[in-house]
């Protein structure tokens, strides 16, 4: 009977759970921007106004600095929304430099700034 009992509590307090109202949050401006990752390339100017900029949006939480290559000059794979991504890319003025992709069928969008490819996170390409 114990057994029961204690099942029986374990259940409901499972249930009330899964249909709380916080289970399907409502989309607010912070969670619907859309993320892109990209390789962005320093400039060869000291200070570098490029890698200057990305520290400074790191620190304001507009971006996420995934690594840096230490090659002349410095390459970044960062974070953050097509708006931020496009500002930094836009410091560094080089022909090979790709512009910012626009967002494929509602999904966050991986590009390579060096090979021109995109992928979403399940691998799929979407090379235009």
């Not at 289970?23 to 390339?41: E, S």
Request: hydrophobic letters at 30%; a neutral charge; charged letters at 25%.
């Amino acid at each position: 009977m114990k057994t029961i009992t204690t099942l029986t509590l374990c259940l409901a307090m499972l249930g009330g759970c899964a249909s709380s109202s916080d289970a399907n949050p409502k989309p607010t401006a912070d969670n619907t921007t859309t993320v892109i990752r990209v390789k962005v390339l320093g400039t060869k100017m000291q200070p570098d106004p490029v890698e200057t900029r990305i520290r400074e949006l790191e620190k304001d939480g507009k971006l996420k600095v995934w690594g840096v290559r230490e090659s002349w000059p410095l390459q970044f794979d960062i974070e953050g929304s097509a708006p931020t991504i496009a500002e930094v890319q836009g410091l560094n003025k080089t022909p090979d430099h790709p512009a910012v992709s626009e967002l494929v069928h509602g999904r966050k969008v991986y590009w390579d700034g060096h090979t021109g490819k995109q992928t979403d996170r399940a691998g799929v390409s979407h090379d235009s």
